[in-house]
């Protein structure tokens, strides 16, 4: 495998670095329900809405209402803040019906 010699990083990367991001996040922000867990996977159908003006797909909504009560922690995450806390993150998250979280 051959390193991008880019500085852009593909959407694939960036799903990655969320998911490594909150692998080091979820034994902190759990107490909301044994049935949620926070996962940067889940929300890998919404990278494209959030890293351009894309609309959110269905999958991506039903998603992002999933892993509502991890929300706050992903925002907490120095890894993850930049994306959550983007203006097309809270786009996407106003589409879909999500409130975006005062933590």
Known sequence: ???PS???PSPRLLAAALVAA???LSPDRAPVAEAVTCSATELSSCVSAITSSAPPSALCCSKLREQRPCLCGYIR????RQYVTSPNAKRVARTCGVPYPTC
């Open 77 to 80: 995450n120095p890894n993850l």
């Open 22 to 24: 909150l692998v080091l």
């Open 1 to 3: 495998m051959t390193k």
């Open 6 to 8: 880019n500085h852009s």
